[in-house]
């Protein structure tokens, strides 16, 4: 019985390779994910190995506020130098250093823009020529105040040479400096893991980075010979008390790495996302391969079953091939997958501003997850023909057809109770009432388990919809058969087109869900924004961009202006409890920009020690006007604030409002956006272009009117669209090669109709045209099911989330007329080698195929 397995599986290799090819994609999209996070977790294990190469011991206050890596940049909390020489102190130190770095300095290029950098920090350091890591290419350190020292990717990056003035911002506004040195570091590297790096004297590094001079915020400690790094830790820590961080080399290079692993496990789970919806799509294509394959060696099964073959045989023969396939695309993928892995790994470090990539490891998750998945869902798709084809009675043997087509009875009930229970799990999930963690698996369970009912019900749909679809080729005796032969087979039609319906649904419930939210943003925007004109940039990293807060005071001078007001943020703590904090250089003109509308007090003034909130946080924490809060920013010391007024919660704005006076204890101590309202009759273009000369040299920010300020702040959700589309466009090329497995499998089971047809008259341009409309109609189909199907699921999400917002329901009706007329293309593409392999049958031949 195997023997006969194998020589079936080495008789069908052409009609197998298609199948085992979704199988590989998918596996690849695994593996991939697998080999790029271990190699890029290994390259950082190495960067911060080498950064912390010199630092045996090393020193660091506490910060003010604790901040993750999702919430944005935890700001340092600066120390006296007293706490370098008390450090010095301790027997078993060889040396102490105290020194600056900190993320924040941002440099502008020979074009007049800022540096960007993709992930990498921008550190202001202070310079220290006895750092044995750095090593000089050109010119030297800085020794005056107006002079800075960059690293070779960042001198790289803004095209600057030796010699040359540039600007830089810090904490504070732009300041020019020359550029004395360029350096790399140790083993010829030209950064650390893409860092851009900024030197600056001692001082200035002191007053640009951390606010003031004569502090730092870390010290580097050098242990004495034969002294235990852990016992030195331990003695410096004991004599510095509670509010130090004290921490050997290692585990200060262990815990950098580790934070940065975190994220990358974030983005290997959302490649393992896009795996799963890859591999979800490749099941239709098995099972549709094996179905059709069963079918067509109905009379062979038949004929094992008649001279002794078991049922358990039968079905062992089946899942044999199936693991037979699965192995051999496992293996396939997980070579592609490493390919993969090492290709993005490299984009990753270009990108990422040069990081020194590890060399590309297979480790152990991806083999075994390769081999795992691509085994368990090659088997899983079989097992319905393999059961298929042990219920294969021996008197089959003896007839010309024994695949009559069954009733869709059951088949319809199991796709109604399995699409309920999708629709229970994602009602239950989009309520919020799953709990906790369990809210997101409910809602991907609830939307996995629905793809599934609809799936099931495809069938009982697919025959009128595909005889409809067909009537528009039907003018013609080939158009005619395509329609026939696409309904022919309702089971198979409606797996084909599952596939393609999985992977648009998606991108169309994804496409509704996010025009929903940008459209209910902007909506909600031109609503409650009423400024003329808005200073603002595009955030795109943990810093948002800021601009010099003197510009406000030259915008009030322009002739026309009314009101300019600057806003400000922060994230720190309020009686204990984490908040996002805003302050306001006028608070009475920002309760006119966002038509704030007091609930209880006074919103209209804010003295040095008093603050605003919203009522729906005032509510959630127990606060009433009077209310004693204490606020610790993220530097300086707690302070207590009275809550002098409360004011309507509001979608768009709310949270604490804090005095201006606050500002010089947030990270950033410069305004993030400003609101510009103009005199009536004023032109807005006259004085728009006034405060945009006025911004020169705060480049990372730009003045619109209200309709482009919106526009930019939403352009985010393009953004995400675009990749979501990217990654899911695997799943649609997985479902093209299901069209494709399909009709030529179709084209082999059919080949002595074929060649009938032929021998009466119709020709071969007829019959490649047949095939191509077959295609087609399953295409748009799918299509057509896909959207319908993904615009409920949109719709679903949207109407979940009006709570929070989301009250507009966008349809994007050119996207979606746009995804049918492309399953028309990809039928037509999908009919190519299945319609020449057609048109190219032996009539004689194919008229005497059994």
């Given at each position: ?57 090393g020193v660091a206050a506490k910060p003010k506020v604790e901040v993750s890596e999702f919430e944005g940049e935890e700001a340092a909390a600066p120390f006296p130098t007293s706490t370098v020489d008390k450090v010095a102190a301790v027997p078993g130190v060889a040396k102490a250093t105290g020194y600056v770095s900190t993320d924040g300095a941002r440099l502008i290029g020979d074009n007049g823009k800022v540096v960007t950098s993709f992930g990498p920090p921008q550190l202001g350091e202070s310079w220290n020529p006895d750092d044995e890591l750095i090593e000089l290419r050109e010119g030297r350190g800085p020794t005056a105040d107006n002079e800075i020292a960059i690293n070779a990717t960042l001198a790289d990056a803004a095209k600057v040479t030796l010699g040359e ?182 984009a990753f470090g270009s990108l990422g501003g040069g990081l020194e990539m590890a060399s590309v490891g297979v480790p152990a998750a991806a083999v075994i997850s390769s081999f795992v998945v691509g085994l368990l869902v090659t088997v899983v798709a079989a097992v319905l023909p393999a059961l298929r084809a042990s219920r294969i009675p021996p008197v089959a043997a003896m007839q010309e057809v024994a695949t009559p087509d069954r009733p869709l009875t059951k088949v319809t009930v199991a796709g109604a109770i399995v699409g309920a229970a999708g629709g229970a799990l994602l009602a239950l999930g989009l309520s919020g009432k799953a709990g906790g963690d369990w809210t997101l698996w409910t809602i991907l369970g609830g939307v996995l388990v629905t793809f599934i009912g ?397």
């Open positions: 019985m195997i023997r006969a397995t194998f020589k079936s599986l080495l008789a069908r290799k052409l009609r197998l390779v298609l199948s085992g090819l979704a199988v590989v994609l998918g596996v690849m999209f695994v593996s991939g994910a697998f080999v790029l996070t271990d190699t890029l977790g290994r390259s950082f294990d190495a960067v911060f190995s080498t950064a912390y190469s010199q630092t045996d011991v003035k540039v600007g830089v911002l810090t904490r504070e506004p732009r300041q020019d400096f020359t550029v004395v040195g360029i350096f790399g570091y140790s083993g010829g590297r030209d950064s650390l893991g893409g860092v851009q790096q900024v030197e600056f004297t001692p001082p200035v590094a002191q007053k640009l980075m951390l606010g003031e001079t004569g502090v730092w915020n870390g010290v580097i400690v050098k242990a004495a010979s034969g002294v235990s790094h852990d016992k030195l830790r331990d003695d410096i820590a004991a004599q510095l008390g509670g509010d130090y961080e004290v921490k050997t080399g290692q585990q200060l290079a262990d815990e950098a790495s580790g934070s940065l692993k975190q994220g990358l496990s974030f983005f290997n789970n959302i490649l393992l996302g896009f795996a799963g919806v890859a591999l979800f799509v490749g099941i239709f294509l098995i099972l549709n391969t094996f179905s059709i394959i069963v079918a067509q060696r109905t009379r062979e099964l038949a004929l094992m079953r008649a001279v002794g073959a078991s049922r358990r045989q039968m079905i062992g023969s089946v899942l044999i091939e199936a693991v037979v396939i699965g192995l051999v695309a496992s293996v396939l993928g997980l070579g592609a997958g490493v390919g993969v892995g090492a290709l993005l790994a490299y609809v799936a099931l019900l495809t069938p009982l749909i697919s025959k009128p919809v595909v005889g409809l679809l067909g009537r528009i080729f039907s003018w013609s005796v080939p158009g005619k058969l395509g329609r026939l032969n696409s309904g022919r087979n309702p089971r198979r039609t409606a797996i084909t087109a599952a596939a393609l319906m999985v992977g648009i649904a998606l991108v169309t419930g994804v496409t509704v869900l996010l025009d929903s939210a940008k459209s209910s943003i902007t909506k909600l925007a031109e609503n409650t924004i009423n400024a003329d004109l808005v200073i603002a940039g595009v955030q795109s990293g943990p810093r948002p961009p800021t601009f010099d807060p003197a510009v406000l005071d030259e915008v009030k001078a322009i002739p026309g202006v009314h009101t300019a007001t600057g806003m400000y943020a922060d994230l720190g703590t309020v009686n204990g409890e984490k908040q996002y904090l805003t302050a306001v250089t006028d608070v009475d003109a920002l309760r006119d920009v966002y038509r704030a509308e007091p609930s209880s007090g006074t919103i209209s003034s804010l003295g040095p020690d008093q603050m605003l909130v919203d009522s729906s946080t005032a509510t959630d924490m127990g606060l009433s006007v009077g209310s004693r809060l204490t606020v610790q920013l993220s530097r300086g010391e707690a302070h207590t604030y009275t809550l002098s007024g409360i004011y309507k919660e509001s979608d768009l704005y709310g949270g604490f409002v804090m005095p201006e006076q606050a500002t010089k204890d947030f990270a950033m101590p410069q305004p993030t956006q400003g609101f510009i309202q103009l005199d009536p009759g004023t032109p807005v273009s006259q004085v728009e272009r006034q405060v945009d000369r006025l911004l020169a040299d705060s480049p990372e920010v730009s003045v619109a009117d209200r309709s482009k300020f919106i526009e930019q702040q939403t352009s985010g959700f393009d953004q995400i669209l675009t990749m979501i589309q990217i990654l899911l466009a695997l799943a649609i090329l997985i479902a093209v090669l299901g069209i494709i497995n399909t009709l030529a499998l179709s084209v082999l089971e059919r080949t002595r109709e074929l060649g009938l047809l032929r021998a009466i008259g119709l020709r071969r341009a007829q019959t490649m045209r047949m095939i191509t409309v077959e295609a087609v109609v399953i295409s748009m189909f799918g299509a057509i099911l896909g959207v319908v199907v993904g615009t409920g699921l949109g719709a679903a999400v949207v109407r979940a989330l009006r709570d929070d917002g989301i009250t507009e329901l966008v349809l994007p009706w050119s996207q979606m007329g746009l995804a049918v007329v492309l399953a028309a293309i990809i039928g037509v593409v999908a009919a190519i080698l299945p319609a020449i392999r057609a048109a190219r049958l032996n009539v004689l031949g194919a008229i005497a195929h059994e």
